[in-house]
């Protein structure tokens, strides 16, 4: 009840449809409970016209004006120190909704020239952000509950499918300035591959799906076309998938090939949260399920990164060793179901990905 009540007010909200749903007080906490970890909590007043809801909705429009004045100054400050950049997902998508308020951004994703960090940071530390963690795929900065993700990398080129997003600008064209913006096609695949990795590292909400459907209704895709596109990384049946939950959801008509599980994908999807992890999920056991490895092969492959790549994550010149040592002592005690933990976990939670075409 509670999920098919999820979706109604999704499909309700993003499709502008005029009847006013009610919630009833014995479902209200849990729907509550999924629209904040799904990050969606604005949607409640827009679909009930409840004035207890307004506050969920009022806040949301807050931090998103908040963050788009920042961002304003990011962009303004690139520009002026000759920065090209490429914004991507949330500060990107948020155009596609006809109220900003409905795509809440957690943060800001920017892909930038990895030869000029120094530039690229000084010119964020100027604006109040403060440099924070380092992984193989970016550097994060801060400024309160702002955050912004700096990428040097799309992923972390460990696959097939992380080759394809080697070169960005490459596939972009020019906005302005010194902003660029992802040709539609390449754009659509990033998404998808995106989402794709989160369902395999630990889950994603149903934002990214809402997303991608906004996208595939705003921009004129050739839908035949794409699934052959997306062959080369072996999305093309994710894609489906996908689809296949839109047309659930939101009553659309995508043609597909593969039939996969829209009721796996979206079951998933609210266990999740908007960025996965919840309590029950298994991520690494999916992880590890999905690449068909043994515990052990796997648990190796977390600890023993590429050199360069532990290099770049702690930013010393200290031993390897060290480094190596550092790595296992932060998998085993900061990082709650990551890398060792895994050897202890039991086997509930798998999803079938062969279902969704992963």
């Given at each position: 009840?509670?999920?098919?009540?999820?979706?109604?007010?999704?499909?309700?909200?993003?499709?502008?449809?005029?009847?006013?749903?009610?919630?009833?007080?014995?479902?209200?906490?849990?729907?509550?409970?999924?629209?904040?970890?799904?990050?969606?909590?604005?949607?409640?007043?827009?679909?009930?016209?409840?004035?207890?809801?307004?506050?969920?909705?009022?806040?949301?429009?807050?931090?998103?004006?908040?963050?788009?004045?920042?961002?304003?100054?990011?962009?303004?400050?690139?520009?002026?120190?000759?920065?090209?950049?490429?914004?991507?997902?949330?500060?990107?998508?948020?155009?596609?909704?006809?109220?900003?308020?409905?795509?809440?951004?957690?943060?800001?994703?920017?892909?930038?020239?990895?030869?000029?960090?120094?530039?690229?940071?000084?010119?964020?530390?100027?604006?109040?952000?403060?440099?924070?963690?380092?992984?193989?795929?970016?550097?994060?900065?801060?400024?309160?509950?702002?955050?912004?993700?700096?990428?040097?990398?799309?992923?972390?080129?460990?696959?097939?499918?992380?080759?394809?997003?080697?070169?960005?600008?490459?596939?972009?064209?020019?906005?302005?300035?010194?902003?660029?913006?992802?040709?539609?096609?390449?754009?659509?695949?990033?998404?998808?591959?995106?989402?794709?990795?989160?369902?395999?590292?630990?889950?994603?909400?149903?934002?990214?799906?809402?997303?991608?459907?906004?996208?595939?209704?705003?921009?004129?895709?050739?839908?035949?076309?794409?699934?052959?596109?997306?062959?080369?990384?072996?999305?093309?049946?994710?894609?489906?998938?996908?689809?296949?939950?839109?047309?659930?959801?939101?009553?659309?008509?995508?043609?597909?090939?593969?039939?996969?599980?829209?009721?796996?994908?979206?079951?998933?999807?609210?266990?999740?949260?908007?960025?996965?992890?919840?309590?029950?999920?298994?991520?690494?056991?999916?992880?590890?399920?999905?690449?068909?490895?043994?515990?052990?092969?796997?648990?190796?492959?977390?600890?023993?990164?590429?050199?360069?790549?532990?290099?770049?994550?702690?930013?010393?010149?200290?031993?390897l060793f060290i480094l190596y040592i550092r790595r296992i002592l932060k998998l085993?005690?900061?990082?709650?179901?990551?890398?060792?933990?895994?050897?202890?976990?039991?086997?509930?939670?798998?999803?079938?990905?062969?279902?969704?075409?992963?």
């Open positions: 009840m509670e999920k098919e009540l999820v979706l109604k007010i999704i499909k309700n909200v993003i499709k502008k449809e005029n009847t006013v749903i009610k919630i009833d007080s014995e479902d209200e906490k849990e729907i509550i409970d999924i629209f904040i970890t799904q990050n969606l909590s604005s949607y409640l007043y827009l679909a009930t016209k409840d004035t207890k809801y307004l506050k969920y909705y009022i806040l949301s429009t807050r931090f998103n004006i908040d963050m788009n004045n920042n961002m304003k100054k990011v962009i303004e400050t690139f520009n002026e120190k000759k920065i090209n950049h490429i914004i991507m997902k949330g500060y990107d998508t948020q155009h596609l909704y006809y109220d900003k308020a409905l795509r809440v951004m957690g943060d800001v994703d920017i892909y930038v020239d990895p030869l000029k960090e120094t530039l690229e940071t000084k010119a964020l530390e100027n604006l109040g952000y403060k440099k924070g963690k380092r992984s193989t795929t970016h550097l994060e900065f801060s400024k309160g509950k702002q955050r912004i993700e700096l990428h040097y990398n799309l992923f972390s080129h460990e696959e097939k499918i992380d080759n394809f997003f080697i070169e960005p600008f490459n596939h972009s064209h020019h906005v302005s300035e010194h902003t660029y913006k992802m040709n539609k096609d390449y754009y659509l695949a990033y998404l998808l591959a995106h989402y794709s990795k989160h369902f395999i590292q630990g889950g994603s909400g149903l934002r990214s799906l809402i997303d991608i459907y906004l996208l595939l209704e705003n921009e004129d895709y050739d839908i035949k076309y794409m699934r052959e596109y997306l062959k080369e990384i072996e999305l093309d049946k994710f894609f489906d998938t996908v689809l296949d939950t839109i047309n659930y959801i939101f009553e659309t008509k995508y043609a597909t090939v593969f039939k996969g599980n829209p009721k796996i994908l979206i079951d998933y999807c609210l266990k999740a949260g908007v960025h996965g992890f919840r309590e029950g999920n298994e991520n690494y056991l999916n992880e590890m399920h999905a690449l068909r490895e043994n515990k052990i092969k796997f648990v190796f492959k977390r600890i023993f990164l590429p050199k360069n790549e532990i290099r770049n994550i702690y930013e010393n010149r200290q031993p085993i005690f900061k990082r709650k179901r990551k890398g060792i933990k895994v050897l202890t976990s039991n086997s509930r939670g798998f999803l079938d990905f062969t279902s969704l075409g992963l």
